[in-house]
């Protein structure tokens, strides 16, 4: 069974920084692509930034300069830094990872259960 489970969610007040953690266990050979989501009540889910497992990087127009996407290979983990925070990232955050499971062949996307961020004076 392979899971992801997020942390580091909450409040902040704008222009704060929060810094979120996403951690893939159980039975894993290998990842590929891990990435951040978010989505607000009403609207798609939208991508705000991926990594590849050699480390190459994708965002969001709207995230790019102020939000940094890392991961730690060792650890299967991905982080999410981001700083200079607007009201208008307020969503719920997701983790997504492209895993391999040890029992499989193939690559199968994974969800984490989904952190609250809330950016509010």
């Known amino acids: 069974q392979v899971q992801l489970v997020e942390s580091g969610g909450g409040l902040v007040q704008p222009g704060g920084s929060l810094k979120l953690s996403c951690a893939a266990s159980g039975s894993i050979s290998s990842i590929n692509v891990m990435g951040w989501y978010r989505q607000v009540p009403g609207k798609e889910r939208e991508l705000v930034a991926h990594?590849?497992?050699?480390?190459?990087?994708n965002y969001a127009d709207s995230v790019k300069g102020r939000f940094t996407i890392s991961r730690d290979n060792a650890k299967n983990t991905v982080y999410l830094q981001m700083n200079s925070l607007k009201p208008e990232d307020t969503a719920v955050y997701y983790c997504?990872?492209?895993?391999?499971?040890?029992?499989?062949?193939?690559?199968?996307?994974?969800w984490g259960q989904g952190t609250q961020v809330t950016v509010a004076s």
């Open positions: 990594i590849t497992s050699g480390g190459s990087t």
């Open positions: 997504n990872a492209d895993i391999r499971p040890r029992a499989s062949w193939y690559y199968h996307a994974y």
